[in-house]
């Protein structure tokens, strides 16, 4: 119950949070308003930096989502031209995160970093399809164990200005583990063969836990 109601943070929200505490604490010395709602705000910055717990079904038949969050976009696409995929073609699912989802994102199957390419951008609204091509964005391509790849793509939305990266090239992940997060509202990407979708569009899931699909 502990966990539930004070999570752990990410290290990347210790700053912020710290600078909200100081604020809120100058600001209501002068007003007791606005020190009541930098409270809310300070409130609100823990728990979107919160990053909890989360277990896998331990299963690379299945890939589980990436982030919390709605499922926007189902498609056949190309892949990334960043990554020199273009010329072939995937199943792509789009999770939007909004400014109250957990920001703490996961690779949804076991495997290899194989390449990481960040591209900065735009700040547009990262439920648009043009975010995939325009806004700030990190890709991840995973070599799994299979042989076969999938890749990730963090995207930043109309708030978000940085995205965090917790992994390097070369390293071995297992199904669930973080690889990074994106501060205030964005958007995730996942690009897959060969398995079919088990989620639908508008349905909520959560990242680590929730299969997105299936061989």
């Known amino acids: 119950m502990f966990n539930t109601i004070f999570p752990k943070i990410h290290k990347e929200g210790y700053k912020f949070l710290a600078i909200s505490i100081i604020t809120t604490f100058i600001i209501l010395f002068f007003s007791k308003f606005l020190g009541t709602l930098f409270i809310i705000i300070t409130v609100w910055v823990y728990y979107f930096f919160r990053d909890p717990e989360r277990y896998s079904i331990g299963d690379d038949k299945f890939l589980v989502s990436p982030a919390d969050g709605l499922v926007t976009d189902i498609s056949e696409k190309s892949g990334p031209e960043e990554l020199r995929l273009e010329n072939t073609s995937y199943t792509k ?80 992940l297992k199904q669930g583990d973080r690889i990074g997060m994106i501060r205030f509202g964005s958007r995730v990407d996942v690009y897959f063969k060969n398995k079919k979708p088990l989620v639908k569009l508008g349905q909520n899931i959560t990242a680590g836990e929730s299969l997105l699909a299936v061989e």
């Open 93 to 172: 699912i789009s999770i939007f995160m909004n400014v109250f989802n957990c920001h703490v994102n996961r690779v949804p199957t076991s495997g290899k970093v194989e390449e990481i390419f960040y591209k900065p951008g735009k700040f547009l609204n990262a439920s648009l399809d043009k975010a995939s091509e325009e806004n700030e964005r990190n890709y991840y391509k995973i070599k799994l164990n299979n042989g076969e790849e999938i890749i990730i793509v963090q995207i930043a939305g109309l708030i978000a200005r940085r995205i965090v990266c917790d992994v390097e090239q070369g390293q071995e």
